[in-house]
């Protein structure tokens, strides 16, 4: 049973998020339930954008007016922001990129091409998304390394006695796993990876897009060298994207991308590159959107991360439990007590683009298809699947609509 006083507080959260306030056609509200693609925005977070531009734009680490400085003080404070939020020893390991995306071809690129070398091995899992795949695959091509993929039980979970096994080969260089599956909402254990990792001297990065938003995360206590995740996927505006990693790795690594403020000198034969994180944001960086990252930060640690999470559990359970009664309908991933905020299911005879059209009719936003991770899809012998994802704002109300409207549509279909 869901106790309401728990989702009750986090629903008084909508008033915060205009765009929540709207039909998606005249008469028909919105429920946004596709918050594993990107999240709404509070109003704190635009206006602190609409403030930025109105009062302090200019171009950052570069003039010595009081614009470029007031800039750059506000730019290098969501720096520290982000910093304090997951828990990083040093500003330095708080590297400003575009998304989870560029932060995972940057460690790919700049650190694959200069460590990895041919018969390495980089070990991915089964439930990747495409983002934590493909730029291993492209170095891995590149330099002759190997990609091998951990296992995943029929639960959604982790076989991790096949991960032990393939770090036995002794040539693991990189374990790069997401804490939570955008698919199956699988939660992995991750500290237990990278300490395996680390044991069988591997480095580790976890794809954090998914976990970030929605939970404490501390990334000392979790060990890993990397962790990536979004600002549009926390509440925060599109374009600027996180990548934490070590200190001295960072100092040791190549850049990814060349050009202004990433050095130290330039001569016509030779440059020298400035410290992390500079070294890794070549060129005029997102910084409005840095801006907007560290106001929504500030408007997680005011609701705090233990209560999201504990909303989004309520909700997910709540939500597993009445789709389960659903004839024909299949659930993929662990049980609710194990997994994010999501949900993931097919349904016999209905395919999964028809039955996201069904439910926009009703006005709730879900996603369908293979949510960027066809290899997992491929796993579970499905071609695509109807994803419900929760955040904050979220209600029970919408929930019930959601099962309630999958029902309608199974009816239309059979
Ligand atoms: N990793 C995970 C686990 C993700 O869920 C996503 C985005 C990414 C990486 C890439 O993030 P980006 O901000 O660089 O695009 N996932 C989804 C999704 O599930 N639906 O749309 C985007």
């Not at 470029?68 to 003080?73: G, N």
């Not at 990536?228 to 996180?242: D, E, I, N």
């Not at 209905?350 to 069904?358: M, Q, S, T, Y």
């Amino acid at each position: 049973m869901v106790a309401p006083s728990l989702t009750a507080a986090m629903e008084a959260t909508r008033a915060d998020f205009p765009i929540l306030a709207q039909d998606v056609r005249p008469g028909v509200p919105l429920i946004y339930l596709d918050n594993g693609a990107t999240t709404q925005k509070p109003l704190s977070v635009i206006q602190a954008m609409d403030e930025y531009y109105r009062t302090s734009n200019a171009n950052v680490h570069r003039g010595v007016h009081a614009f470029s400085e007031r800039a750059t003080a506000l730019y290098e404070g969501a720096r520290h922001t982000t910093q304090a939020f997951i828990g990083a020893a040093h500003s330095q390991e708080i590297v400003f990129t575009r998304n989870t995306t560029e932060s995972i071809n940057l460690v790919a690129q700049a650190w694959g091409g200069w460590a990895l070398k041919a018969d390495d091995e980089v070990v991915l899992t089964e439930m990747e998304h495409h983002a934590n795949i493909v730029p291993w695959q492209i170095i891995a091509e590149r330099v002759g390394a190997k990609v091998r993929y951990i296992p995943i039980f029929d639960d959604g979970t982790l076989d991790m006695a096949a991960y032990r096994k393939l770090l036995e080969s002794g040539r693991v260089k990189m374990v790069a796993v997401t804490y939570v599956s955008n698919v199956l909402g699988t939660i992995n254990p991750v500290q237990e990876i990278v300490r395996l990792a680390h044991q069988a001297n591997a480095l580790a990065l976890i794809d954090a897009a998914q976990a970030a938003p929605h939970m404490p995360l501390n990334v000392q206590q979790i060990d890993a060298e990397f962790v990536a995740f979004s600002g549009h996927k926390m509440l925060g505006p599109t374009g600027v994207g996180v990548l934490y990693g070590k200190r001295d790795l960072l100092d040791a690594m190549p850049p990814f991308m060349g050009g202004g403020s990433m050095i130290r000198a330039v001569t016509l034969a030779k440059t020298t590159y400035a410290d992390s994180p500079q070294k890794f944001e070549a060129g005029t960086p997102a910084i409005a959107e840095a801006v907007g990252l560290g106001a929504a930060i500030d408007y997680l640690n005011k609701i705090g991360l233990d209560a999201i999470h504990a909303h989004e559990a309520a909700l997910t359970s709540y939500t597993m439990d009445g789709l389960a009664k659903i004839a024909g309908l299949r659930i993929i991933g662990p049980d609710a007590k194990a997994r994010g905020g999501m949900v993931s299911f097919a349904l016999d005879g209905v395919h999964p683009h028809d039955l996201a059209a069904g439910l926009d009719s009703a006005g709730i936003a879900v996603r369908a298809g293979h949510h960027c991770a066809m290899p997992l899809h491929d796993r579970f012998k499905l071609t695509a699947t109807t994803r419900a994802s929760f955040y904050c704002y979220n209600t029970l109300a919408e929930a019930d609509k959601l099962i309630e409207t999958v029902e309608q549509v199974r009816r239309f279909f059979a």
